[in-house]
């Protein structure tokens, strides 16, 4: 973090680059993800006091959006002030101008819990089995919502890609490292539960039959899932009706929209 006189007499880019680093800085310290030794340290002034001078500053540059102006000085007029909204506003805006814009990774996010409880609490016996992902964050993605919703597991096909990629550590909020999961092959899944799989062709979702336990396989962001898939899942197949021109969804959005609704029939008993 730099002094704001020292920002005040740097010029144009390099001054919009320094800020923008500087509000990235002071967001991790406001979510408590600061890297050790990078955290708030001006004894001068408080950090809040800091926020709001370096927002005042952004509010200077003349190519500054007016609508993100406007945006920011209703954040300021605040009593208190929140340092992270006012701190995103100001990065976000100094970035259009400078013309990068925050990638998937930039995103500043704080684990939503600090203390976990001892035990997961889940639903027995409602997995998942994700064939041939090759995205990270659509993996980390499927293990986030795997957990959010309750589900015991996540089987993996040998062709999904690395859980341990920093894409998928990064989108997964920490749930890979709490589920449980595995490497298996179509063949190696559990024989004494039901499996399903998650294409379109199939019987739509308000009207499919959820098994009370069981295994969805969702497939590929390219293909779907494949023939042997298909084959393997002798319970049956669940459709997402789509109106859409397009009708395509991501696999970890049509994913957490399948497990909302499976979880919603075991909570009701209406299997």
């Known amino acids: 973090m730099i002094a704001p006189d020292k920002l005040n007499h740097l010029r144009g880019g390099q001054k919009r680059r320094k800020l923008a680093l500087c509000f990235g800085a002071l967001e991790r310290d406001i979510a408590g993800i600061a890297e050790t030794g990078c955290g708030y340290r001006f004894p001068s002034m408080t950090r809040g006091e800091y926020v709001a001078k370096l927002a005042s500053i952004v509010l200077e540059d003349s190519q500054l959006p ?3 102006a406007v945006q920011l000085k209703s954040l300021l007029a605040a ?5 992270r909204r006012v701190c995103n506003c100001a990065r ?7 013309g990068t814009f925050p990638a998937e990774w930039d995103l ?5 819990r600090r203390e976990l409880p001892a035990a997961r609490d889940f639903y027995p016996g409602l997995y998942v089995y994700a064939e041939d992902i090759r995205s990270p964050f659509n993996l980390g993605s499927i293990f986030r919502t795997a957990e959010a919703m309750g589900a015991q597991g996540v089987f993996l096909s040998p062709g999904c890609c690395d859980p341990a990629h920093p894409r998928a550590v990064r989108s997964g909020m920490g749930c890979i490292e709490v589920m449980e999961w595995r490497r298996l092959a179509l063949e190696e ?3 004494d539960l039901p499996v399903f799989v998650l294409e379109t062709g199939g019987t739509p979702l308000k009207d499919f039959v959820f098994p009370r336990q069981g295994i969805v396989i969702i497939g590929s962001e390219e293909l779907g899932v494949s023939p042997a898939a298909l084959e393997r899942a002798t319970y049956g197949r669940v459709t ?8 395509s969804l ?3 959005v049509a994913f957490g929209i399948l497990m909302q609704a499976w979880v919603g029939a075991v909570e009701t008993g209406s299997l």
């Open 240 to 247: 997402i009706p789509m109106k859409g021109m397009k009708a």
């Open 79 to 83: 009593n208190p002030i929140d340092q």
């Open 108 to 112: 500043i996010i704080a684990p939503h």
């Open 189 to 191: 899944l559990p024989s």
């Open 250 to 252: 991501n696999v970890g």
């Open 92 to 98: 976000n805006g100094l970035l259009a101008i400078i």
């Open 66 to 68: 007016e609508e993100v």
